[in-house]
């Protein structure tokens, strides 16, 4: 059973850079089966496509977000990770990684609430 | 974009629901799939998959749960709403990145 768990600092400042680590345990991450995404989730809202990843590196992002944003990928340690620069409050959210396939996410984090605020 | 059934959706239980996602652009690949998947996310908890490329139950889902539709037009149906069915179901388009959800309807039992 594949399973993932977010880990990163749930409180940053404003213009800072907003870093999440999710460790994937149960499956390997160099798959060719699969991408690693991220998705998230402000207070009382709807979901919002970050992006993903897949185990070479190839990325695809969301463009409302390019600019500030990076998914990389470790397949030594079965882990991928988000980092998203320049933060305002609108970036407070809860963020799930999740593993997806044929463009659906199958296998889901429980979330990590990220609070940007001074 | 995408836009779905209004909420709150409120239904009785072992009484039918039906759920609407229209989508603003053809969601069908030249593979003969639709790339429309439902998710669940049930109060405190993280989404969970339902039904993937429009009409495939996902592992462990009830086969009371049933996702039907083509090109812009989808449904998700369950045949008897039972009171573990409350939550937030949102569809998703993947056709092409950047994917999108829609607004979410929130189920009510009654």
């Known amino acids: 059973q594949v399973q993932l768990q977010e880990s990163g600092p749930g409180l940053v400042k404003p213009s800072q850079t907003l870093s999440l680590t999710c460790t994937v345990s149960?499956?390997?991450?160099?798959?060719?089966?699969?991408?690693w995404g991220w998705i998230r989730q402000p207070p009382g809202k709807g979901l919002e496509w970050i992006g993903h990843?897949?185990?070479?590196?190839?990325?695809f992002y969301n463009p409302s977000l390019e600019s500030r944003l990076s998914i990389s990928i470790d397949t030594s340690k079965n882990q991928f990770s988000l980092r998203l620069s320049s933060v305002t409050a609108a970036d407070t959210a809860v963020y799930y990684c999740?593993?997806?396939?044929?463009?659906?996410?199958?296998?889901w984090g429980q979330g990590a609430l990220v609070t940007v605020s001074s | 974009d995408i836009v779905m059934t209004q909420s709150p959706l409120s239904v009785a239980p072992g009484e039918p629901a039906s759920i609407s996602c229209r989508s603003s652009?053809?969601?069908?690949?030249?593979?003969?799939?639709?790339?429309l998947n439902w998710y669940l996310q049930k109060p405190g908890q993280s989404p969970h998959l339902l039904i993937y490329?429009?009409?495939n139950r996902a592992s462990g889902v009830p086969d009371r749960f049933s996702g039907s539709g083509s090109g812009t037009d989808f449904t998700l149906k369950i045949s008897r709403v039972e009171a573990e069915d409350v939550g937030i179901y949102y569809c998703?388009?993947?056709?092409?990145?950047?994917?999108?959800f829609g607004q979410g309807t929130r189920l009510e039992i009654k």
């Open positions: 149960g499956g390997s991450i160099s798959s060719d089966d699969y991408y």
């Open positions: 990843i897949y185990y070479s590196g190839n990325t």
């Open positions: 998703m388009k993947a056709l092409q990145t950047p994917y999108t």
């Open positions: 999740a593993r997806t396939s044929w463009g659906y996410f199958d296998y």
């Open positions: 652009q053809s969601l069908l690949h030249y593979n003969g799939y639709n790339y």
């Open positions: 490329l429009g009409s």
